[in-house]
């Protein structure tokens, strides 16, 4: 028995020289249709170091560590080391060499408890038969080194999502770990699960393993990194080693965009307040107030997983506010469904135009002609109505589809994004929420669907605008307010209203 | 005001070609079947005699036989549009028949009050489903399964698992209206009983339900992407609730007809209708996923699931052989147009394709 601790001991810590390198990377790019993800990226990491990836949303730090766990393949050219040799990397060979990619969303099977989880897919059986004991031992070996408390049959949906981030390093490492990779851990962790979290990965650290840290939060960079390698628009701008490194020394590498890819937009005067939120809370907000003019954008800002989409889900009525007002032109507005939300004139174009936007096996017309019936009272809705409907946003957005029949399935992405504002466009709402509105659209039709949201304002209309897109925010906002963990972190307007002071705001403290 | 006319005509032309594309494949399958049963009997009369399976007095027992298990499917059409399905509309049958047949018989309510007893029971059962099904995330599939069971249950005990023989009470649902009239080319007697009647009618108001009313939209867009159909303003919940509650009433009239046909409540009397209704649906090329389907379909998959037990006997095939026609059809129908959904969509994308090579060029 003693005996077989110690092996599962020694698999556990492996073999190392402080210092030695594991992974490197040179001159790695990743190339997808139309757009250069990575170029030309050279990227270290040693045993028992915390490398941090620090950037904006899109900076390229997904595509980076999907190269590294092996789901996507670099361009020709690019090399990769592990431990000095050369290798190509594949999803079993990461895993192979104990690179382990802890992804931001949980990966895991809720309804089995623990030990099933870290086992699935490579259980232990004896002539076919699962030894469940031995996996439930070497599960709890390994949450004992990682100072956890649980017990291996608890099931996973009755952990929090700190827990359930445990369990999948737990994975990781009753394998093998060369590499771990945490990609947002800490996103909807409590500051305690946050304290637990940097423990384990100093232990990790100390046992020799390499880690790839990837955080919007700056504290916890500074705490545990001993390395930040800082990306933008696909490209390394510097490695620091992070003593003598400051924030703002971070931040101004992390911005910096060129101007060019900025929008120039036609102000429009403002006119009269028309949506105020006071103290809203709930569905992972909390006291968020601002006020909305008409003819204005009120950016909503923050890193992914900051909480501006749950707001725009309270205040549309999709989730449920908790505490705090909302007022529609000086009245007290309770919206309990969508329903309620679109009758009060707002309208909500939704970052998943897919999903939640549009009804793809159906027409044109049909799409076009759905928001609206909330605010008729006819009981009948003829065809010919419903087509001409379809008829008129096709030619007022100038839609590219074959005629109003044509399914919306069979539209590209910016067309299929002008559907989904033709159905807006037709309840005549004055409140606009546009959630990512570029979002996975072409330039030109980037273009057209800017000039779109001008000629709303210019009616009179206000719109509340959540955008990852840095340049789209800067160039299109008037006001800008800034979430950090489903809070307010700071308000800007005018010249203020640089990427600078919005990552400030959002990943400083 | 001509111009709107105008403009209104060629949409509305537009719009029943569409539709008639729409139910095509499953048309001319159909058409194909009445060729090749009416090619047969030409050929073992060697052509002396006018096929029987088209006569009017045939058709007219088809229209008979098809009837009960017609408004249920024009029903279950709405449900399986909404994304849903409903096993246990035949078990129900067979519970409101009992409930009505012992009002009528044995509680001595009257003839009208055990009616509305039999579909009120149904409409309220249905509701109590479709609450359940529309307030959690359970399968309806589940849902209805364990309603089946259920109402068998309470039909059995209602019953005391006998049959309730009635006097002929509800005859005045199956008086010949058209008496009198002879077949030209049988010269047997025509029958046409009121509940064919009923039957056409509750499928010309489902028909006009779902595409010339706001709530029939509603109806697809729910099944077609229930989440964008919430964030649009639609009660999707009760829109759920609502399907089941109009299956309820549904199949309250056409159990109360299946019992003035049979004259007896008994719990065989729904068996295999939810089999039967459910296959009509599908032939008629209505989605289980939901959000596609029309009326005019289910008729032609009504019709035609119905027509295939009698043309079997008018060829004199053996009750066995039924089964295995019967199941061969549905399977022939579904694929056959999912297949030329698949080729339209292809065609359409290409179309596309095209058109934006040439807007590029």
Redesign the interface.
């Known amino acids: 028995m003693e005996n077989a601790e110690a092996t599962d001991e020694s698999r556990l810590f492996l073999e190392f020289n402080q210092m030695d390198e594991i992974l490197r990377l040179e001159s790695v790019s990743k190339t997808f249709p139309g757009v250069k993800a990575l170029q030309d990226i050279s990227f270290d990491l040693k045993r028992g170091e915390v490398h941090c990836l620090c950037g904006e949303n899109g900076a390229g730090k997904s595509t980076l560590i999907k190269i590294l766990s092996g789901a996507h393949q670099p361009d020709e050219g690019g090399k990769i080391y592990f431990n000095g040799t050369e290798v190509t990397l594949t999803p079993h060979s990461a895993i192979e060499m104990g690179i382990q990619t802890i992804y931001q969303e949980h990966v895991v099977f809720d309804a089995h408890n623990i030990s099933d989880n870290i086992f699935a897919g490579a259980e232990i059986s004896r002539r076919g038969i699962l030894q469940h004991k031995e996996m439930q031992r070497q599960t709890e070996e390994v949450l004992r080194y990682l100072k956890s408390n649980l017990s291996p049959d608890t099931k996973m949906s009755d952990l929090t999502s700190g827990e359930k981030k445990i369990v999948e390093i737990a994975k990781g490492l009753v394998f093998k770990s060369n590499v771990i990779i945490l990609d947002e851990p800490t996103a909807s962790f409590s500051s305690h699960e946050i304290d637990t979290l940097m423990d384990i990965v100093r232990k990790l650290k100390s046992d020799g393993i390499g880690i790839i840290y990837i955080s919007h939060h700056l504290e916890e960079v500074f705490e545990i990194g001993d390395r930040v390698t800082v990306l933008r628009d696909g490209c390394k701008v510097n490695t620091y080693p992070i003593e003598g490194l400051t924030k703002t020394t971070l931040i101004k590498d992390m911005v910096g965009r060129d101007p060019a890819t900025f929008y120039k937009r036609e102000r429009v005067p403002l006119g009269e307040v028309i949506l105020e939120v006071e103290n809203v809370t709930g569905n992972g907000v909390t006291d968020i107030s601002f006020k909305l003019r008409r003819g204005e954008i009120l950016g909503i800002a923050g890193m992914a997983g900051s909480g501006r989409s749950e707001l725009m889900g309270v205040l ?1 009525g ?1 989730a449920q506010l908790d505490r705090g007002e909302i007022r529609i032109q000086g009245n007290v507005v309770k919206h309990s ?3 309620d ?3 009060n004139k707002m309208c ?1 174009i ?1 970052e998943d135009r897919q ?8 027409t044109v017309s ?1 799409n076009v ?3 609206n ?2 605010n ?1 009272r ?7 109505d ?3 409907t379809g008829e008129k946003f096709i030619k007022l957005l100038n839609i ?1 589809t ?1 005629d109003a ?3 919306v399935s ?3 992405g910016g067309n299929q994004q002008k559907v989904v504002l033709g ?1 807006w466009f037709n309840t005549n709402g004055e409140i606009y929420i546009f959630d990512e509105p570029s979002h996975g659209i072409d330039v030109g039709s980037k273009q057209e669907i800017y000039q779109v949201m001008v000629d709303l304002l210019k009616k009179g209309v206000a719109i509340l605008m959540v955008s990852s897109d840095m340049p789209e925010m800067v160039s299109m906002s008037d006001r800008v307010i800034v979430l950090k963990r489903g809070a307010l972190a700071g308000e800007l307007a005018g010249n203020e209203i640089t990427e600078e002071n919005i990552l400030t705001y959002s990943i400083g403290d | 005001m001509r111009a709107e006319e105008t ?2 005509k060629k ?2 032309d ?2 029943s070609f ?1 539709k008639r594309f729409e139910n095509r494949t499953v048309l001319s399958i159909f058409l194909g079947f009445v060729a090749i049963i009416v090619l047969s009997q030409l050929i073992i009369s060697g052509g002396s005699q006018y096929p029987t399976f088209i006569s009017p007095v045939n058709i007219l027992n088809i229209l008979q036989q098809v009837s009960v298990p017609g408004i249920i499917a024009i029903g279950m059409t709405m449900i399986m549009i909404s994304g849903g399905i409903d096993l246990s509309v035949g078990m129900l049958a067979s519970l409101v028949s009992i409930i009505t047949a012992l009002g009528i018989s044995k509680w001595n309510l009257g003839v009208a009050p055990s009616i509305l007893l039999g579909i009120g029971s149904a409409v309220v059962l249905e509701t109590i489903m479709g609450f359940i099904i529309s307030r959690t995330s359970v399968e309806p599939f589940i849902i209805t399964l364990g309603g089946m069971i259920t109402f068998q249950g309470i039909a059995l005990l209602l019953c005391n698992s006998r049959e309730v023989i009635m006097q002929g009470e509800l005859g005045f649902l199956t008086t010949n209206l058209i008496a009198g009239a002879k077949d030209p080319v049988t010269s047997l007697d025509l029958r046409l009983p009121p509940y064919v009647l009923i039957f056409f009618a509750i499928a010309l108001l489902g028909g006009l339900l779902l ?8 109806i ?2 729910v099944g ?2 229930p ?9 999707v919940k009760n829109m759920r609730l609502s399907v089941y509650m109009i299956q309820g009433l549904l199949v309250g009239i056409g159990a109360v007809m299946l019992l003035a046909r049979i004259n007896t409540g008994i719990i065989t009397l729904g068996q295999n209708l939810e089999i039967d209704t459910i296959a009509m649906v599908v032939i008629g090329g209505t989605a289980l996923s939901g ?2 389907g029309n009326i005019v379909g289910t008729l032609i998959g009504i019709i035609f699931l119905g027509s295939i037990g009698n043309a079997m006997n008018m060829l004199r095939m053996p009750s066995e052989v039924q089964f295995l026609a019967k199941g061969l059809i549905i399977i022939i129908a579904v694929s056959a147009g999912d297949i030329s959904l698949r080729i339209s ?1 292809f065609r ?2 290409r ?2 394709q095209a ?2 090579q040439k ?1 590029s060029q």
């Open positions: 549309f999709s469904s969508p329903e939300a679109i009758r909500f939704t999903n939640s936007g549009l009804f793809l096996t159906q049909d002609f759905v928001a019936m909330v008729t006819d009981f009948v809705a003829r065809p010919s419903v087509l001409r590219k074959r029949r044509t399914r069979n539209l590209s159905k | 403009t209104e949409a509305n537009k719009k569409s595409i010339y009313t706001k709530y029939g939209r509603r697809y867009s077609t992407n989440h964008a159909a919430y964030l649009a303003g639609i009660n959000g596609r969509e359409a994308r179309s596309r058109m934006t807007a």
